[in-house]
């Protein structure tokens, strides 16, 4: 079983950047791909991001939403058993609460309900 904890969340303007933190407990972290979603008020949970258990050099590692790609970036460090989500050029609509999940097939998805581990989630918001 994994437990994960999201940090880095907070209230930002216009253009600005956060770096989001998601920590698991459990010696397994590496085995799992790990995913970014977002929830915001009076919208369905959407996918952001995703990266793989392991770095491929044949296969895509990280896989964007196309409302983030460029300005997101997905990375996760095993030994740290955390995975990072750096935000740039924040907008308004990125306002929505972030959640780190976690699956275990181990490739990445968009889809949620492949996801069987998440997190209580952080806040972010973003002011025009």
């Known amino acids: 079983q994994l437990q994960l904890v999201e940090s880095g969340g907070g209230l930002v303007q216009t253009g600005a950047s956060l770096r989001l933190s998601c920590a698991a407990s459990?010696?397994?972290?590496?085995?799992?791909?790990m995913g970014w979603f977002r929830q915001a008020p009076g919208k369905e949970r959407e996918f952001v991001a995703a990266?793989?258990?392991?770095?491929?050099?044949?296969?895509?590692?990280?896989y964007y939403a196309n409302s983030v790609k460029g300005r997101f970036t997905i990375s996760r460090d095993n030994a740290k058993n955390t995975v990072y989500l750096q935000m740039n050029s924040l907008k308004p609509e990125d306002t929505a609460v972030y959640y780190c999940?976690?699956?275990?097939?181990?490739?990445?998805?968009?889809?949620?309900?492949?996801?069987?581990?998440w997190g209580q989630g952080t806040q972010v918001t973003v002011s025009s």
């Open positions: 459990g010696r397994t972290f590496s085995s799992y791909a």
């Open positions: 999940a976690a699956d275990q097939r181990g490739a990445g998805t968009a889809n949620a309900a492949l996801y069987a581990y």
């Open positions: 990266i793989r258990r392991s770095v491929s050099w044949s296969a895509t590692n990280t």
